[in-house]
């Protein structure tokens, strides 16, 4: 069936330096993919996106990249705070319904 | 701007009791879902409304039902409550059910326990 996952539950970054979270994808149709960033005790809150005609999408400080080769998608996060500390979340949506199919998530701790 | 609003924010329910969690937005978003989120898992749709009079299932409807009377308040009911329905339950809304450039917005969830 369709699934989205995540190879790493907890990812622990030095403060300062870059995080790189990955999630694999499994339905070659999806046409869009999402980030979320939820803190403890909040609702996920959209981070970035990225259409599948598209390799990689820059934010404020956080880059996207879709290797659709792989099925794989990765969230890079420059220069670490600790306000990035939440679990991160990427989901996918086939483009043919309303229905996103979300990974697991991945805890990301900052350490000083 | 208060965005999406669910309450109550915690409850507890004794095993057969009903009750319906609430939802509002105020973004006049068509679309609004209802989530639930387990430990270790993602999040798995409940049910989802395109618009006022219109619902439809997600991938773990049974045991809730859902109405949209009004684009605003979108309530999941809770007919009979079964510890397998503890969970934290998440409602989002957007202009287009998350598709590309219209991302869901996160009420800050209800956090359900059954007895």
């Known amino acids: 069936g369709e699934s989205v996952g995540l190879h790493l539950p907890t990812l622990s970054v030095q403060e300062g330096d870059n995080s790189i979270i990955n999630c694999a994808y499994s339905?070659?149709?999806?046409?869009?993919f999402i980030w979320y960033k939820q803190e403890s005790g909040k609702g996920p809150q959209f981070i970035i996106d990225?259409?599948?005609n598209m390799d990689k999408r820059q934010g404020q400080r956080v880059t996207v990249l879709l290797n659709k080769t792989v099925k794989h998608l990765s969230l890079q996060i420059a220069a670490t705070q600790p306000g990035d500390s939440a679990v991160y979340f990427c989901?996918?949506?086939?483009?043919?319904?309303?229905?996103?199919?979300w990974g697991a998530g991945t805890k990301l701790i900052i350490k000083p | 701007n208060a965005g999406v609003t669910q309450t109550p924010k915690f409850q507890v329910l004794k095993t057969g009791q009903s009750m319906t969690l609430q939802c509002a937005q105020d973004?006049?978003?068509?679309?609004m879902s209802w989530y639930r989120q387990d430990p270790g898992m993602g999040l798995r749709l409940i049910h989802y409304?395109?618009?006022?009079?219109?619902?439809d299932q997600g991938e773990v409807p049974n045991g809730y039902n859902v109405s949209r009377s009004t684009t605003e308040d979108f309530p999941l009911r809770l007919l009979s409550a079964a510890p397998s329905q503890t969970s934290v339950y998440f409602c989002?809304?957007?202009?287009?059910?998350?598709?590309?450039?219209?991302?869901?917005?996160f009420g800050n969830g209800t956090r359900l326990t059954v007895t």
């Open positions: 989002a809304s957007s202009y287009s059910g998350g598709q590309a450039d219209s991302p869901l917005h």
């Open positions: 973004m006049n978003h068509e679309y």
């Open positions: 409304s395109v618009g006022a009079g219109i619902t």
């Open positions: 339905n070659s149709a999806s046409d869009y």
């Open positions: 990225i259409r599948s």
């Open positions: 989901a996918e949506n086939s483009g043919s319904n309303y229905q996103l199919i």
